[in-house]
């Protein structure tokens, strides 16, 4: 097992506080669902039915969250987020790596506060989607960028999502993988404190042992936050951050079609 209190993608660090901002116009609705704010983005144009569960990094709410569920309506889905952070995101503590204007902020802390919430909130909101938002011949999948990765390997261990996918994991266990009864896509960055190349093998081979459905995706020369905080003004990192949420809807297309 990979080090680290038997994490195999670790616990948030200092490498998810980097990131930039992207330009655009969110254009989802909020509601509130289960006690819990909740962002809803519906498909224009091309509509499929299906309802995606949105999962977030630790930078909750923002713009470029927003954007991404947005894109993945474009291809279709109806998205629906929730903050498990409760107004009370990593940004409004510690703007990037290297910000040490609240010196009194205490990270692990307000991991620890935060995890305990989502973990008893997550699973009664998605019922309450399924219950508001639902019909009986609605499909469901998830997506989890960090932060959000354990909820969407939760979720494919049940019976709710036909398939899932994460990008740029944290807070990986070996028995996320393990118990995984639906299909799971990973898209990985090659530069990735919390999920390096050694436990990014070590997954695959249990994803292979256990004869798991699965898809691996990695881009060279990209960190941690690629597909949520990439650089726009690099052309490279705007092509991994869409090629990742192109590769991960077109997942999705298939998985949900069977």
Request: charged share 25%; with cysteine.
């Amino acid at each position: 097992m990979a080090d680290n209190e038997g994490y195999l993608a670790k616990p948030s660090a200092d490498c998810c506080l980097k990131g930039s901002i992207h330009k655009g116009e969110p254009r989802g609705r909020f509601e509130t669902v289960h006690g819990v704010e909740t962002y809803i983005s519906s498909p224009q144009g091309n509509v499929n039915g299906n309802i995606l569960l949105y999962f977030p990094d630790v930078w909750g709410f923002f713009s470029n969250g927003f954007l991404i569920m947005d894109g993945f309506a474009d291809a279709g889905y109806q998205v629906i987020g929730l903050d498990y952070f409760r107004g009370d995101p990593v940004w409004k503590h510690r703007k990037n790596r290297n910000d040490r204007s609240n010196p009194g902020f205490d990270y692990e802390a307000w991991k620890k506060k935060h995890i305990v919430f989502a973990d008893e909130t997550v699973p009664g909101w998605v019922e309450a989607v399924k219950s508001q938002f639902g019909k009986p011949e609605t499909k469901y999948a998830c997506v989890g960028y960090c932060f959000g990765a354990p909820y969407v390997c939760n979720e494919l261990a049940g019976k709710t999502c036909a398939a899932g996918a994460f990008a740029h994991p944290a807070f990986l266990k070996e028995h996320h993988f393990r118990q995984l009864k639906k299909p799971l896509f990973l898209s990985c960055s090659e530069i990735d404190h919390t999920f390096d190349s050694e436990a990014r093998n070590e997954a695959l081979t249990i994803l292979q042992e256990e004869k798991k459905a699965y898809n691996f995706q990695v881009f060279s020369g990209v960190e941690h936050g690629f597909a949520l905080r990439g650089n726009m003004d690099n052309p490279y990192e705007r092509y991994a951050k869409e090629e990742s949420l192109r590769s991960i809807a077109q997942w999705f297309d298939f998985w949900l079609s069977q």
